[in-house]
């Protein structure tokens, strides 16, 4: 079934010439082709390419899913390596790996010679598109970083409104992956809990990703890049379009060339919930005394990532005895965060680093005076400290002048693609015709939104 696959996926790569489609690499904040960002009207619907095309290797004799109470030596046990390869695969991959660090989640594969001896070993890592792969060269063992072959396929969805946003993903047989991709996206310009109503309608063109090799590759599809959508709230159209304003580095814009993104991101982390607000006079829950609380603590497992809330330089990286591990990040003139207690800093993170927003900088911890693992997290505006919840942030840099001219020729290109995608509703055509036909009072019988709201 693997070779078939492969086989058929190069035939469609060899004839790439005579057929209009677009491939992006999953990631858009790295090494982007600008002429391949610009230009995703024309491409045929399941237009496939292969990135990366594996070589073709047996089953594993061991693989599985990291747990909670799974250790790397047992799970090598388990699949018949001795405990002295274990001890030399473990210190020979430390430079590259510490597998000492797996966590629950996490994909692997083993796979032996006839003799029973490693041949190659295989873990996913966490919140990447990445895998760590250990192979046995005569007699010595090399670890490597590798990224997952993908193949990839652009695709268009669209869908009205009939009670939320995710449930109308649900009835177009779209996946939540999707919906949140979209949903971050829009984040500073929807608000998908209050102001999605029904009968609002969203189109998009999305890649659909599918793991070739590697752990966990059986595991289904994957939700690569937003390449271009269109979200109309009560009449009012959102357009956002990927775009390489910057070397290596793509974002979303609207149809004016304004940036969807803002100075700063609402959270520093997909949080489990705030146990503490920003308060000036709240009883510290270590000293028992009450002073002021000039952060938001988000309560997370301990290791979960924390991202930078925008683009800066690292001020600080360092550890006092109530911050614990903690970090200061400078974005501009106006804007410094910090985040406290971490239990450790992400790779590369030290004082003069270049961070840009949404890049893990640490992982959440119990560092210093804190009762359990947390994020506290602050921002300090003109050199005072204010509540981050109630910032009201300008957008990051709009399209760059010089590309200005350039951007609004490939906007319009995109918003003819979008007006192209049939608006698809489980009600009947009525609904999709009028969509289109109408806008704002398109809906007929159904055109009162009184009572209509739809939150998630």
């Not at 292969?50 to 599985?64: F, M, Q």
């Not at 920003?278 to 005394?289: A, F, M, Q």
């Not at 109530?322 to 804007?335: D, E, P, Q, T, W």
């Not at 009028?434 to 709201?453: C, L, P």
């Amino acid at each position: 079934m693997r070779n078939n696959r492969i086989v058929s996926a190069l035939i469609i790569a060899g004839t790439i010439a005579s057929i209009s489609y677009l491939t992006i690499k999953s990631d858009p904040k790295q090494n982007l082709e600008p002429a391949a960002v610009a230009s995703i009207q024309g491409y045929p619907d399941e237009t496939a390419v292969l990135l990366n095309a594996p070589p073709v290797t047996p089953d594993p004799v061991h693989s599985g899913v990291v747990t909670k109470n799974s250790f790397f030596f047992n799970i090598l046990e388990e699949g018949g390596i001795p405990p002295r390869q274990i001890d030399a695969i473990i210190r020979a991959s430390k430079p590259v790996y510490d597998f000492g660090r797996i966590q629950p989640g996490q994909y692997f594969e083993i796979f032996t010679d006839p003799e029973g001896e490693l041949e190659k070993l295989t873990f996913s890592l966490k919140g990447t598109e990445s895998y760590v792969e250990v192979v046995s060269v005569d007699g010595n063992f090399v670890t490597n970083r590798k990224d997952y072959p993908f193949e990839v396929v652009v695709k268009e969805a669209s869908g009205i409104i009939t009670s939320s946003f995710f449930a109308s993903l649900i009835e177009q047989g779209l996946s939540n992956e999707l919906g949140a991709k979209i949903a971050n996206i829009y984040a500073w310009d929807i608000d998908f809990f209050s102001q999605i109503m029904k009968n609002d309608y969203f189109r998009v063109v999305y890649e659909e990703k599918t793991m070739l090799d590697g752990p966990g590759c059986s595991k289904g599809k994957a939700i690569g890049n937003i390449l271009a959508a269109e979200f109309n709230t009560s009449g009012e159209k959102h357009y956002a379009f990927l775009f390489q304003n910057e070397d290596d580095f793509a974002d979303y814009f609207d149809d004016q060339g304004r940036s969807l993104r803002k100075q700063l991101l609402r959270a520093p982390l997909n949080y489990t919930r705030i146990s503490s607000n920003y308060s000036k006079n709240r009883l510290h829950p270590v000293l028992h005394t009450y002073r002021p609380h000039l952060g938001i603590d988000y309560a997370a497992p301990t290791g979960t990532p924390v991202q930078s809330t925008g683009d800066g330089t690292i001020m600080t990286a360092s550890r006092t005895r109530a911050n614990g591990n903690y970090i200061k990040v400078r974005h501009n003139s106006n804007y410094i965060s910090y985040y406290l207690h971490l239990s450790r800093f992400a790779k590369g993170i030290s004082k003069g680093t270049k961070v840009k927003q949404g890049q893990t900088i640490g992982y959440v911890g119990a560092t210093g005076y804190a009762t359990g693992p947390h994020l506290d997290y602050r921002v300090k505006k003109n050199g005072s400290f204010v509540n981050p919840r109630k910032l009201k942030l300008p957008p990051a840099k709009p399209v760059d002048q010089e590309k200005m001219a350039a951007y609004l020729i490939f906007a319009g290109e995109q918003i003819a693609s979008l007006n192209q995608i049939p608006i698809r509703d489980p009600r009947g055509d009525y609904y999709a015709e009028k969509s289109a036909e109408k806008g704002s009072e398109r809906y007929g019988k159904d055109s009162d939104r009184s009572g209509s709201n739809a939150s998630d």
